[in-house]
């Protein structure tokens, strides 16, 4: 297991030490500090819990926090028309039959959120490719570019939220494939042109999200049309009728450690995409990220996939995303090129 380092981890205290001139100081240095991370590493977590105030006065640092990210992020480039978001909580499903819930690798609001080319590294690339899916979504239409999420209660399992670098899945399966150097604009048509195949692909699946191994380049369409998310949820009849190839294959999986049907299928999935097998792709790109009640955890919703580990029937998050609800014009393709090359279009 690999834990989120520990500069990832920003204390809070100054958001309530010292007066109001001390406290502007305070959120706009961890606001900074911040958007070097979202780009850089991928991830950041606001340690609210450690400040021990109440479930109100948290959410609305929070909140606070947000709203400042957001202005610091466009001052460094992102869109103007960047946004907050404040959705509904969400209470944790727990398939029947497990005590906790395992949440495979995914974007949030993958219908329309998902790392596609910039138009500066493919000038083909239409923006209307950043939608897959007009239909059947879980979440809102927006266009999520950073992922928030405020622990509103931790629940009775482990509150781990579990990062994977995409940037770096991409680069290496297209080299481990193709040879040669991951330059990030051969990468990104790389990603497109599997992207567009997928979508040509989407009358035979069906599926409104765009899959992982279809991202990679996969072409059968089983591998399109089924969609993870839980580990331990089972296949659905509708699946098993409509992809009989796969139903035998939840019976065991290549690393042999895989509880759940679904994720035995994805086990099968990563191995055909990836090379390696769900145990080795999370030795090799899995980063830990615990957090306790109220704390505030922020992600790069296109350069990064999250997932959750164990997480109980209790735990309740509220999600406080940057969105946009049109993902093109100059700004945009701007911003998404530098996401690629992991920063911002303007330096602070």
């Not at 590493?41 to 640092?61: H, K």
């Not at 906790?100 to 609001?109: A, E, K, V, Y």
């Not at 219908?111 to 910039?118: D, G, I, N, V």
Request: charged letters at 25%.
């Amino acid at each position: 297991m690999r834990f989120a380092d520990v500069e990832l981890h920003l204390d809070c205290a100054g958001l309530v030490d010292g007066g109001e001139p001390e406290r502007v100081a305070a959120r706009t240095s961890l606001v900074r500090r911040a958007a070097d991370l979202l780009h850089s590493a991928g991830f950041v977590i606001f340690r609210l819990g450690r400040l021990r105030l109440g479930a109100e006065d948290s959410r609305a640092l929070a909140a606070e926090l947000t709203a400042a990210l957001r202005e610091e992020l466009v001052r460094r480039g992102a869109p103007d028309d960047l946004r907050v978001e404040q959705d509904k909580a969400q209470e944790t499903f727990v398939p029947q039959g497990f005590g906790t819930r395992t949440l495979l690798p995914h974007h949030d609001g993958q219908h329309c959120s998902y790392l596609t080319p910039s138009r500066r590294d493919d000038e083909t690339w239409s923006p209307q490719w950043r939608e897959f899916g007009a239909s059947g979504y879980t979440t809102t239409p927006a266009h999520k570019m950073y992922q928030g999420v405020f622990m509103a209660d931790p629940g009775e399992g482990l509150s781990i939220t579990t990062y994977y670098d995409w940037l770096d899945v991409l680069a290496t399966v297209y080299t481990e494939r193709h040879g040669g150097t991951a330059d990030p604009a051969v990468v990104a048509r790389w990603l497109g042109h599997n992207q567009r195949a997928a979508l040509d692909l989407q009358p035979k699946h069906g599926c409104s999200y765009p899959s992982f191994s279809g991202m990679l380049g996969l072409s059968e369409p089983a591998w399109h049309g089924l969609s993870f998310h839980h580990a331990e949820a089972p296949l659905s009849e509708e699946d098993r009728k409509r992809y009989p190839v796969a139903v035998p294959l939840t019976a065991s999986c290549p690393c042999g450690e895989c509880a759940g049907e679904s994720a035995r299928l994805f086990c099968h999935q990563m191995l055909q995409a990836t090379g390696r097998n769900w145990a080795d792709f999370r030795r090799k790109w899995e980063v830990l990220a615990p957090s306790e009640r109220f704390d505030l955890l922020f992600g790069h919703n296109l350069t990064m996939l999250h997932g959750g580990l164990a997480g109980g029937r209790g735990r309740v998050i509220e999600p406080f995303c940057l969105v946009v609800d049109e993902p093109r014009g100059e700004q945009y393709e701007d911003w998404l090129a530098a996401s690629w090359r992991r920063t911002l279009p303007r330096p602070a």
